[in-house]
């Protein structure tokens, strides 16, 4: 079993920058590749990036392609994600994820936990 507390969600601007943080606890956060997931309402929830387990392989929707960035500190327990250069259509509840393959977590199939979630809001 991992749980998974998500942070550092909250308001800002477009253009501006958020970085959402993932605590991982349970069973060892290295075994796992991770990766975030968001639900705008009304909408699907959606693939937003994934990391594999040794970090040295990530994946990301095109939609937030150079403009997002995912990252882990092992010794931590921790994922992150930074997001950059925020718009409107970003604004989402944003949900960590933990799997077996970061290939897989590009679906719900490879979700293997979730997260509670964290609201991110961009006003215009």
């Known amino acids: 079993q991992v749980q998974l507390v998500e942070s550092g969600g909250g308001l800002v601007q477009a253009g501006g920058s958020l970085r959402l943080s993932c605590a991982a606890s349970?069973?060892?956060?290295?075994?796992?590749?991770m990766g975030w997931f968001r639900q705008a309402p009304g909408k699907v929830r959606e693939f937003v990036a994934a990391i594999s387990v040794s970090g040295l392989r990530t994946y990301y929707a095109d939609s937030v392609e150079g403009r997002f960035a995912i990252s882990r500190d092992n010794d931590r327990n921790t994922v992150y994600l930074q997001m950059n250069s925020l718009k409107p259509e970003d604004t989402a509840v944003y949900y960590c994820?933990?799997?077996?393959?970061?290939?897989?977590?590009?679906?719900?199939?490879?979700?293997?936990?979730w997260g509670q979630g964290t609201q991110v809001t961009v006003s215009s």
């Open positions: 349970g069973r060892t956060f290295s075994f796992y590749a």
């Open positions: 994820a933990a799997g077996t393959s970061a290939i897989d977590l590009r679906s719900y199939s490879g979700v293997g936990y």
